[in-house]
């Protein structure tokens, strides 16, 4: 099973939102639950990606060719799919998901 998280390119304004992201990455792993997420390396993005990867789990991440360009990319994810925009990142997440979580973030996250 595969589920889409949504969630901030930033950290947010208090520590309980990274913590909170490190549990939910340990309970989908117990759940087998493989991440798919919008292939960032920073802020949520980056907490949800790399500690699903240490624990050993599957991660997918679908990201833009303009983040790409500003170096924004996680390159250590098991598969990352580049797109030309947000609405082809959206559709790619949501066909390659079953089922999707939203976690604190800013507007794009609010639109996802």
Request: proline content about 1%; overall charge neutral.
């Amino acid at each position: 099973m595969n589920v889409a998280i949504y969630c901030g390119s930033a950290f947010g304004n208090s520590k309980i939102y990274e913590e909170k992201t490190i549990e939910l990455a340990e309970k989908l792993y117990i759940n087998n639950i493989n991440i798919v997420y919008g292939g960032s390396k920073q802020g949520l993005m980056g907490v949800i990606s790399n500690k699903s990867l240490s624990l050993g789990n599957k991660v997918t991440g679908v990201i833009t060719f303009d983040l790409v360009g500003k170096e924004l990319e996680n390159t250590n994810i098991s598969k990352i799919y580049k797109v030309d925009s947000m609405r082809e990142r959206k559709a790619k997440m949501e066909e390659l998901s079953d089922a999707f979580i939203a976690l604190p973030g800013g507007y794009g996250t609010f639109e996802e």
